[in-house]
């Protein structure tokens, strides 16, 4: 498949369709939601296909997690599809018009093609690591010999044709190759794993390699979070549990016990039991189960946090950062849930806090959990500001328009068309037309005045009348040679005289 195919298609090449697709008439395959109606027939029948493929998977995950007669460490799970169709319901423009950049250098696409192609050899190593003797060590000793004789063939000038062509269509072989390593991870948790969440995670996996195979990196650009955020809904296998568990019961049992000795109870800690003095006087002893250890709110908070950080429009690397903290928010909630246990059992009720109140203080958890979700957002927001946008504003040019109002007369009259010379001279009745034999004189240039001699009061000579200043207003006019007073200071008799 190549990206300039999946560039002009966009989401219909999830399905394969090709370019004499688009010839078809609108009226014999009108668009749904944003798609052809055969684009979803072919989304139909590969999801028929792949609901067959893994029907025990899927029946045996509805029987563990459902709301109602399901496990309640993975109630949670049900909600997760629909974050992740939600979270492709908000990002759909990109999934319509994915985006694919082609204008990467040789030197970077030989590294992508090499990349992929390490991948692919050495992952199915993890599913023969048992026979190391027979199988394992020849097999890795041919990839390793691969690998290094790949890189450098890749470099050659002479080799830049087929590597185009294989990194132009990795989305198609990179996603077959997803596609049986999902289907091989999901035979080996049959056997000899005998592992239902191995079973699963091959399930997610081959749900990657389909989507990559048929829809292009462009596509999975947006889609590869729903499915990953899958996993998060998968049951843990009941070792794993344990030995997560575990160390979870003992630390909620220390801090526990830590509390009580603060407000003044008497109680130590031995393994995931307390023993403390209750109400009575007389010693108690309470034990913080594996359902108190705080997986199921270890889970929870996890995947609250995945759908807070993704939903939003942060970087990538400040919603890894949120995901991450949420582990730490889940631990220490759970462990004030177990010492607000402890304390309402030493000074309120015993048989309170074993029924409502157990499951009560437990759900009231979830408030304080997704306060903290969103206050480590709002620190990354604070502390992290886009310098690029802080530059672009700084220097942005101001531009101030202003509205200039045109005269009333350019409004409300026509601009008069355009005449020429001659036109202008036969329709003005007031400027006489000269005759053609005689050439139009010029008029001769106004002669500045000259310039008077410093120290010299009677040279001035006064401007000619056509660029003599009016006078100012209220002041009479002095004719030359008159003082301020109105006398006449020169022997000639004054003009008209």
Excluded at 358 to 387: S, Y
Excluded at 433 to 458: C, D, Q
Aim: charged share 15%; aromatic share 10%; with cysteine.
């Amino acid at each position: 498949m190549s990206h300039t195919q999946l560039n002009e298609v966009g989401l219909g090449r999830v399905v394969g369709i090709s370019g004499r697709d688009r010839s078809v008439d609108a009226a014999s395959d009108p668009v749904v939601f944003g798609l052809k109606r055969s684009i979803w027939i072919q989304i139909g029948v590969v999801t028929v296909l792949f609901g067959a493929l893994f029907w025990p998977n899927l029946r045996r995950l509805w029987d563990k997690t459902n709301p109602i007669y399901g496990e309640a460490n993975w109630g949670h799970a049900m909600c997760i599809p629909f974050i992740g169709l939600y979270y492709l319901y908000v990002n759909r423009e990109k999934l319509l018009s994915p985006d694919i950049n082609e204008d990467a250098s040789a030197t970077v696409k030989i590294q992508r093609v090499w990349a992929m192609l390490a991948i692919a050899l050495v992952l199915p190593l993890g599913l023969i690591r048992l026979e190391l003797s027979r199988v394992f060590i020849p097999t890795a000793a041919a990839v390793a010999m691969i690998l290094a004789v790949s890189l450098p063939l890749g470099l050659l000038k002479s080799s830049k044709p087929l590597l185009d062509r294989v990194d132009q269509h990795s989305a198609g072989w990179f996603g077959g190759f997803v596609i049986f390593f999902g289907i091989a991870v999901f035979q080996y948790g049959i056997f000899p794993g005998q592992n239902d969440f191995v079973k699963d995670f091959g399930m997610v996996v081959t749900l990657f390699g389909v989507v990559l195979a048929l829809a292009g990196w462009g596509v999975m650009k947006v889609a590869w979070f729903p499915i990953a955020f899958l996993i998060c809904g998968l049951p843990w296998p009941g070792l794993f549990y344990s030995q997560v568990a575990g160390p979870l019961q003992r630390l909620a049992a220390n801090v526990a016990v830590w509390t009580l000795q603060l407000t003044g109870v008497e109680a130590n800690a031995g393994g995931t039991k307390i023993s403390m003095i209750g109400g009575n006087g007389q010693w108690r002893t309470l034990n913080v189960a594996e359902a108190c250890a705080g997986m199921r709110s270890l889970m929870t908070f996890i995947s609250v946090a995945a759908a807070v950080a993704f939903l939003s429009s942060r970087p990538l690397w400040q919603k890894i950062i949120v995901v991450l903290f949420a582990v730490p928010i889940a631990i220490s909630c759970n462990v004030m849930r177990v010492s607000g246990q402890g304390l309402l059992d030493r000074y309120v009720s015993h048989s309170l806090s074993e029924n409502f109140a157990h499951q009560f203080v437990g759900l009231m958890m979830l408030i304080p959990a997704f306060l903290l979700i969103l206050l480590v957002g709002w620190i990354l927001d604070q502390i992290f500001v886009e310098q690029i946008d802080r530059r672009f504003v700084a220097h942005a040019p101001k531009v101030i328009s202003r509205t200039v109002a045109p005269a009333p007369s350019a409004v409300a009259a026509p601009a008069a068309p355009r005449r020429t010379l001659a036109e202008s001279r036969a329709n003005d009745p007031v400027a006489p037309t000269p005759p053609a034999s005689a050439p139009a004189a010029r008029p001769a240039p106004a002669t500045p005045p000259p310039k008077p001699r410093p120290g010299s009061m009677g040279s001035i000579v006064p401007p000619p009348p056509s660029i003599r200043l009016a006078p100012r207003s209220g002041m009479p006019r002095k004719r030359p040679g008159e003082n301020r007073s109105g006398e006449n200071n020169s022997s000639n008799p004054p003009e008209g005289k």
